[in-house]
């Protein structure tokens, strides 16, 4: 059942880059394992699944030692400052920052470890009462300061676009969030790369993908439906 979910996500990122005249290599698809234990990744990993996303810390951490080194975990889900430093050396991307207060976090950490962390700015394209993320107005001003920081490298932006029940209607969600990156990008700031656009879901990713997509986030459409409450 995943080998066929794996082949038809496959083919669609396939599909999706050809259209928009894409080479594949330059989408990562990202199997969302969250709510699945670590069997279940175990079989994804088994398929050549290497980048895992997880969107809770406790449950990352909880999975992470059971499964094999090589994997690429990415946490992708909402980030209290109290557990950034269990979770900044187990963890290839943030893809979650969405406050500053969680951005100085993160740095100030990572030079206690001495490391260097990847991170990608949320962005609540929409303006969801609901989502996390900054608002597409708030970015530009930010670049000052994360230009300052030592050992937080902000390499993207991150959406999660609204429940649709066509792909289509978030397509100009996509856009924008890829116009912003530009936007971003032409300021030059030092310490800030937008190389990453991490967006789609399973509901969508194939019109991301179209939009500019470099990494997408499928959950569903290769583990299968997930608990009600979950
Ligand atoms: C759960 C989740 C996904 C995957 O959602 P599916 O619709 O199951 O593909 C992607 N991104 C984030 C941030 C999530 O929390």
Redesign the pocket.
Known sequence: MMKENLELVEANIREACAAAGRDRSEVTLIA?S?TNPAERIRVAYDLGVRDF?E?KVKEMLGKEPQLPEDIRWHL??HLQTNKVKSVIDKTVLI??IDSIKLSDTIDFEARKKGIQVDGLLEVNVAGEESKFGFLPEELLPLLERLRQYRNLKIRGLMT?APMVDDAEQNRAVFRRLRELSIDIKLKNADNVTMNVLSMG???D?RVAIEEGATMV?????IFGM?QIGE
């Open positions: 969302v969250k996303g969107n992708i889900g893809h979650s999660v879901m399973t509901g990713y986030r499928v959950g569903t459409g997930r």
